[in-house]
């Protein structure tokens, strides 16, 4: 029998954005280089904030500290390589490390959709049960929630990698995205992926559509609650204190939705444009909206600085 003709690929090329011009990914280039160093900045002074200021070790800004960490290192393993096409397309990646890079931005991703959940659940004990807070989420508690978090994710990273990396690639090496990710790849699979799609369906309606219902009914009981208090200033304060992790979900959970949730795309450049969406301003959104909207940490900001806090 002779044996089909195929080539056994060894390594895949970004499409990315090269088709724009020149002049458009050198914009779009400093654009998202200056999104990525305030990204870095403004999550290292969070983590900073948050360590130094003695008023902020609680469990709101715990998890706010390990979703910062968490966002960091889910930047780092996307837009270096992004940035780097802008400048030069057409650029290859070995499977090993499309391979490292799916992992990662696997596991740092799906810790993120479950670190917004408990701190949604964080937001719900404070308001419903304010005097069993300091007892629900103890330091026990916290922990569990954030180990239980990148448990998920890691778990997830496995399971997708495998499931992902065991097909045959063969001859059609060249991926619709700017980074690993799922669905780009299984198109270039040179095998029934059929299975494998179901898979990944099923994973993203437990790590997005599952998280969502949770903190879904979380703010159900929270406004429930709110709307019963006889303060109105107190009914401001408690809306206060979810306005900055609502604003964070709908963006997050909105972009990731869209992408992952829905049936297979034919535009995959606005795919890309949306995931731009998620892997770039979604991680600045994080700490900016805590900083500007949230007094306590505006505070400590200040505090560190020199600086006497408004009374």
Not at 62 to 86: D, N, Q
Not at 228 to 246: D, R
Request: proline share 5%.
């Amino acid at each position: 029998m002779s044996r089909p003709n195929f080539t056994v690929v060894t390594e895949f090329i970004f499409e990315g954005f090269s088709i724009f011009g020149w002049h458009h990914r050198l914009i779009f280039f400093v654009v998202l280089l200056v999104l990525y160093l305030l990204t870095l900045t403004s999550n290292a002074v969070i983590l900073t904030v948050i360590y130094i200021s003695h008023q902020l070790h609680t469990p709101m800004y715990f998890f706010l500290s390990v979703l910062s960490m968490s966002e960091t290192c889910y930047t780092v393993a996307i837009i270096p390589r992004m940035l780097s096409s802008l400048l030069m397309p057409q650029q290859t990646i070995s499977i090993p490390d499309c391979a490292t890079q799916l992992f990662f931005y696997l596991t740092f991703g799906v810790n993120n959709c479950f670190l917004l959940t408990a701190m949604g659940y964080d937001r719900y004990v404070a308001i419903c049960n304010p005097l069993r807070y300091s007892v629900i989420m103890g330091k026990r508690a916290c922990m569990q929630l954030a180990s239980g978090s990148w448990t998920i994710g890691l778990s997830t990273a496995i399971i997708q990698v495998s499931s992902v990396f065991s097909l045959p690639f063969c001859d059609a090496n060249i991926i619709s995205h700017f980074f690993c990710d799922v669905r780009p790849l299984m198109k270039l699979a040179c095998a029934d992926t059929t299975i494998k799609e179901f898979i990944t369906l099923l994973i993203g309606l437990c790590v997005l559509v599952l998280p969502m219902f949770l903190i879904f009914i979380s703010y159900v009981l929270i406004v429930t609650t709110i709307l019963k208090m006889a303060s109105a200033e107190g009914q401001k304060k408690a809306f206060a204190t979810c306005a900055s992790h609502l604003t964070v979900v709908i963006v997050h959970y909105g972009c990731t939705s869209f992408i992952y949730l829905k049936p297979k795309s034919q535009n995959s450049l606005q795919d890309r444009l949306i995931s731009v969406t998620y892997t770039v301003i979604t991680p600045l959104l994080n700490p900016v909206v805590y900083s500007l909207r949230n007094k306590e940490v505006k505070d400590a900001l200040r505090r560190a600085l020199g600086r006497k806090p408004p009374s």
